[in-house]
Nanobody
Framework: QVQVVESGGGLVQAGGSLRLSCAAS????????MGWYRQAPGKQRELVAT???????NYAESMKGRFTVSRDNAKNTVYLQMNSLKPDDTAVYYC?????????????????WGQGTQVTVSS
């Protein structure tokens, strides 16, 4: 059983900052890529940023320079530091973990999603 749990969302004024955290826990061999996605009302879920276990990052173009993704491999935790927030950043932010499960039949790769955390930016 693998759990992915986000925290840190909330209400912030435009121009402010928030830091999201996401921890993967349970029984698994390793965690490969961890990332953040978001979904605003009436819109499709979109990529925010991802980070590999080696620290390589990938950002959506509109988040570059404002958002920073980081990771603590020992804690299987990924962070998203969001600065200069805009009302358009209002969304539910979801964490995704790409996990290697080890069973008697071998190792399998599987993706897990968190339940999401609401970020609301007021103007």
């Amino acid at each position: 059983q693998v759990q992915v749990v986000e925290s840190g969302g909330g209400l912030v004024q435009a121009g402010g900052s928030l830091r999201l955290s996401c921890a993967a826990s349970g029984s698994f061999f390793s965690v490969l890529i961890m990332g953040w996605y978001r979904q605003a009302p009436g819109k499709q879920r979109e990529l925010v940023a991802t980070i590999t276990s080696g620290g390589s990052t990938n950002y959506a173009e509109s988040m570059k320079g404002r958002f920073t993704v980081s990771r603590d491999n020992a804690k299987n935790t990924v962070y998203l530091q969001m600065n200069s927030l805009k009302p358009d950043d209002t969304a539910v932010y979801y964490c995704n973990a790409d996990v290697i499960l080890e069973t008697g039949a071998g190792r399998y790769q599987y993706q897990y999603w968190g339940q999401g955390t609401q970020v609301t930016v007021s103007s």
